[in-house]
């Protein structure tokens, strides 16, 4: 076995334990990878990798230690890396830094996403999970009236999932759909029905 398949190997293996609510086996898993691509010298895998494993340690509340590995992945992606690769990066960059309460330095990050999906055909799912990203930036600065008006936006994006959620995903509920609900009550001060 290449160093190359014992990489994805291991981003499979860390996939399937992110999924399992396994996340410190997540993390080794990824890290393997990343250590694997990083001998390898390879680039757009090797930001793949990264932007994996900054994403199983925001999983674990650790998004100090995320966030220079999402630039470093954006920074591979800037330089060799295709338009969507380079737009989904920014986003998890985008994430980190609203982890962080570093809501006004992710709002270009955010920016720099938009312009990139806008510039290109992206899928349906793609472009909700950005709108989502941007509502929960609005709703962390506390522009409220910004934050309903991209929840909507959300909402309605990701109602037209349902089928994609219950067929491909095969998920009873459509989670998507749940938190844009939860948190537009939240935002109209109207109470959960649960």
């Known amino acids: 076995m290449t160093a190359m398949d014992e990489a994805q190997e291991a981003l499979g293996q860390g996939e399937a334990a992110r999924r399992a609510g396994r996340p410190q086996e997540a993390l080794d898993a990824f890290c393997r990878a990343v250590a694997l691509l990083r001998a390898e010298g ?94 929960c930036n609005a709703e962390a600065r506390g522009d409220r009236s910004d934050a309903v008006e991209k929840w909507q936006d959300a909402l309605g994006r990701y109602t037209a999932l349902d089928a994609v959620f219950r067929q491909d995903y095969g998920l009873p509920d459509n989670p998507g759909v749940k938190e844009a609900q939860t948190r537009l009550m939240a935002l109209r001060g109207e109470p959960d029905p649960i």
């Not at 650790?62 to 969507?84: K, N, S, W, Y």
């Open 42 to 135: 390879e680039g757009s895998g090797l930001a793949h990798a990264l932007t994996r494993l900054a994403q199983a340690l925001r999983d674990l509340r650790r998004a100090g230690e995320a966030l220079p590995l999402q630039e470093e992945a954006v920074h591979i992606l800037r330089h060799g890396g295709d338009t969507l690769s380079l737009a989904r990066a920014l986003r998890h960059l985008g994430g980190i830094l609203d982890d962080q309460a570093a809501h006004a330095r992710a709002m270009p990050v955010y920016e720099e996403m938009m312009a990139l999906y806008s510039g290109m055909e992206t899928a349906p799912l793609e472009m909700a999970n950005a709108v989502r990203s941007l509502a």
